[in-house]
């Protein structure tokens, strides 16, 4: 337990389950002592937010698909009836088709590349926007990617180039709301077995892979994105804006 986000009210957007990142994240910004609150896509995903967060002090659980503005819009009117200041948003949501993440990047379908970039990047940008109008004492956002954004990495393919288009639309964000002392960061996160990773054709090799060559000689859990994502949405990083930092157990240093 840490007083890092006392009293500072913080959504997480994107857990699904227990092995999701950004539950590992959740764990985390509840012992740094913060007021949470959910949103969620799908009936499952509610039921497990609810059995996991059961003893944590009340939190506040929303609805909300970022493929629809609406919803979007409807989240945060439902996130200011309980907090009327928002000081955090980790924003951990992508998706991409099964059958885009194997092969070969050139045979991306129109409809795979604009689905993936709307859920896994647009929404951010969306996001961003809602969140600011609560942000009225500043903020920060945090958002998770992958190192698929800077080097091409094989299945990645399509949610690759999202999270380049992530990454930049990090830093605009970060340009465009920094006067108003609010901060975007992204996280560029080692693999960690999640339903999401699932997805990526040959993943376990993947996994095997990264092991063998990782700096720190292990993979990296969801907990030490979660501590990096406190850290980001503290004062301790309130000079740090439109970064992205890897939290990879050294991965991306190695060749
Ligand atoms: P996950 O499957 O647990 O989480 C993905 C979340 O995205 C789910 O909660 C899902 O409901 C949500 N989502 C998908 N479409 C949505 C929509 N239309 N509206 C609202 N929510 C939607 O997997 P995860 O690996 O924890 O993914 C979280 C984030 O971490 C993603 O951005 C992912 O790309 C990123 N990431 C994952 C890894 C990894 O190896 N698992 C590594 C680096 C970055």
């Known amino acids: 337990m840490n007083t890092l986000l006392k009293d500072k009210n913080i959504l997480i957007m994107g857990v699904a ?6 539950w590992g994240i959740a764990e985390e910004f509840n012992k740094a002592g913060a007021n949470l609150a959910f949103t969620y896509q799908g009936e499952r995903s509610l039921a497990n937010i609810e059995k996991l967060t059961k003893d944590m002090k009340k939190v506040k659980i929303i609805e909300c698909d970022v493929t629809q503005d609406e919803d979007i819009k409807n989240a945060f009117d439902e996130l200011k009836e309980d907090f009327d200041v928002l000081h955090g948003v980790v924003h951990c949501i992508a998706h991409a088709k099964k059958e885009e993440l194997a092969g070969k990047y050139m045979d991306t379908s129109r409809e795979g590349y604009h689905m993936a970039q709307d859920i896994s990047a ?3 940008v969306v996001v ?3 969140a600011k109008e609560l942000m009225v004492e500043g903020g920060s956002i945090v958002t998770l990617s992958y190192l698929g954004a800077e080097r091409a990495i094989k299945n990645y393919n399509v949610m ?4 380049a288009a992530l990454e930049a639309s990090t830093r605009y964000l970060a340009a465009d709301l920094g006067k108003e002392n609010i ?11 999640t ?6 054709s040959d993943f376990s090799k993947l996994m095997k892979e990264f092991e063998e060559r990782v700096p720190l000689g292990r ?3 969801a907990r ?4 990096t994502a406190v850290f980001l949405c503290s004062n301790l990083s309130s000079g740090i804006t439109g970064e992205v930092i890897h939290v990879d157990g050294g991965f991306s240093i190695v060749g």
């Open 160 to 163: 690759g180039v999202a999270k």
């Open 128 to 130: 961003t926007k809602y």
């Open 17 to 22: 389950n227990k092995w999701s990142i950004a």
């Open 122 to 124: 647009y929404s951010l």
């Open 219 to 221: 993979i990296v859990d």
């Open 224 to 227: 030490e994105v979660g501590g």
């Open 195 to 200: 339903l999401a990773a699932k997805g990526v």
């Open 183 to 193: 901060r975007v960061n992204a996280i560029s996160a080692g693999p960690v077995k």
